[in-house]
């Protein structure tokens, strides 16, 4: 089993509406969560940050967190064309240790 | 906004050479990894660094493999003798608590030939 899946896409949404992206984790332990936009060729950016069960929100964003689940996810709504790239999950292994990857989602919001 | 640095953007080197890739974290962070990114594929963990020594290590991060912090500023990846594999994006992270999310460096794209 994977330790952190993702569905690899492409996601296609049209330019306003929600797009949904969806993380399961195999680590029952683990505690922190991460989700990380990339574009092409460059480096992974950091959007959210999630550690309790629940939603936390920021700005378009909302991160979803269910632990017994073992299930993480990430709402962008009004998506823009700027949105298009790749969303990494992110997972921390353990209660301490470097962050696991998924491979990515890849979203592409049509004008 | 501070960033991470990482030198050279790109480098290209022959297998069986020796490259030094380096990264300068963000001043205050105390924590500090090494990613690398083979094209088309995810993001996997090296080794991370804390307290001027290796905190932990991946299966990939073998003895061709090693880390330095030689100053106050400086994080730098060694491949001893480079493979054909080797070839992907390398970036470096650093945190400043180890609970954080990481920033990324903007990479250094190895090309081995």
């Known amino acids: 089993q994977k330790e952190v899946e993702q569905n690899s896409g492409p996601l296609s949404v049209p330019e306003g509406a929600i797009a949904s992206l969806n993380c399961t984790y195999s680590?029952?332990?683990?505690?922190?969560f991460f989700w990380y936009r990339q574009y092409s060729g460059k480096s992974p950016e950091l959007i959210m940050s999630?550690?309790?069960?629940g939603d936390k929100e920021d700005g378009r964003f909302t991160a979803q967190l269910n632990k017994a689940s073992q299930y993480v996810s990430l709402l962008i709504r009004d998506s823009q064309p700027s949105d298009s790239a790749t969303y990494l999950c992110a997972v921390r292994k353990g209660s301490q240790g470097n962050l696991i990857f998924g491979k990515g989602t890849k979203l592409s919001v049509k004008p | 906004e501070p960033e991470v640095t990482q030198t050279p953007s790109h480098q290209v080197t022959q297998m069986g050479q020796e490259v030094i890739l380096r990264c300068v974290p963000i001043s205050n962070h105390l924590y500090f990894y090494w990613y690398r990114q083979i094209l088309g594929q995810k993001v996997e963990f090296l080794v991370s660094f804390y307290n001027n020594e290796i905190s932990e290590k991946s299966e990939i991060f073998d003895d061709q493999f090693s880390v330095e912090r030689p100053d106050g500023s400086n994080f730098t990846l060694k491949i001893r003798s480079t493979k054909l594999e080797d070839s992907a994006m390398y970036f470096c992270?650093?945190?400043?608590?180890?609970?954080?999310?990481?920033?990324f460096g903007s990479g250094t794209r190895l090309t081995v030939v």
């Open positions: 999630i550690y309790s069960n």
């Open positions: 680590d029952r332990v683990s505690q922190s």
């Open positions: 992270a650093s945190t400043g608590q180890e609970d954080y999310g990481y920033t």
